[in-house]
Structure formats: C-alpha cells, structure tokens
Nanobody, 117 residues
Framework: QVQLVESGGGLVQTGESLRLSCAVSGDIFSLYAMGWYRQTPGNQRELVAW???????NYAYSVKGRFTISRDNTRRTMYLQMNSLKPEDTAVYYC???????????WGKGTLVTVSS
C-alpha cells in the first residue's frame, strides 16, 4: 500500500517562505510522477506543480517563478519550495503520486499553509 505523508505547513507572513515535503512509502518512488495540489473551502482542488518520474516540471501560472517542485529519489521524498508567499496561497496542500506503470493514483492527507497579510 502506497502512503504519502505531507509536512512543512504552517503560518507565515506575506513574502516569507515555506518548504513542504511529501514522504512516500510502499513502492518504488522513482516509478511515480508526483504533484502538489491545493484546496480552499468551497473550491475544487487545483494543481500547483507537477514533476514527472524523469524530473520534468510544470507549474500553475499563479505560482510560476515563486514555487519550485523537486524530488529526491534516494530519500523517497518530493518537495515544494514556496517563496514570496501571498495570502491567496493560503490553502490545504496535498501531494499526489501516480504510478507510471499502472496509472494508480494516491493522495496524502494534506498540510495547511496559512499566509497572513
């Protein structure tokens, strides 16, 4: 059973930084494409950033230039470095893993990021 555990959320002020982590267990980490999503109350979960098993990345327009997604296959961990945070970045952030072999998708339980103005 693949399990994802997010960490690193918290309360920061506008302009500050946070780094989120997503630790993966239960399968070969390098065989998964990974992504960060976020969700606010009453809204759908939206894609923030994506990284393929080969390391190619993609970002939502709203975070491009401020957020950086990365992965460390030896540590079985994905990261989201968030700089220049804005109040509109406030959300619960979730990590997602998708098997490149089976297409099965797995989600973490989320970590709350709150940016005060």
């Amino acid at each position: 059973q693949v399990q994802l555990v997010e960490s690193g959320g918290g309360l920061v002020q506008t302009g500050e930084s946070l780094r989120l982590s997503c630790a993966v267990s239960g399968d070969i980490f390098s065989l998964y494409a990974m992504g960060w999503y976020r969700q606010t109350p009453g809204n759908q979960r939206e894609l923030v950033a994506w990284i393929t098993s080969g390391g190619a990345t993609n970002y939502a327009y709203s975070v491009k230039g401020r957020f950086t997604i990365s992965r460390d296959n030896t540590r079985r961990t994905m990261y989201l470095q968030m700089n220049s945070l804005k109040p509109e970045d406030t959300a619960v952030y979730y990590c997602k893993a998708v098997s490149v072999n089976s297409g099965m998708a797995y989600w973490g339980k989320g970590t709350l990021v709150t940016v005060s103005s």
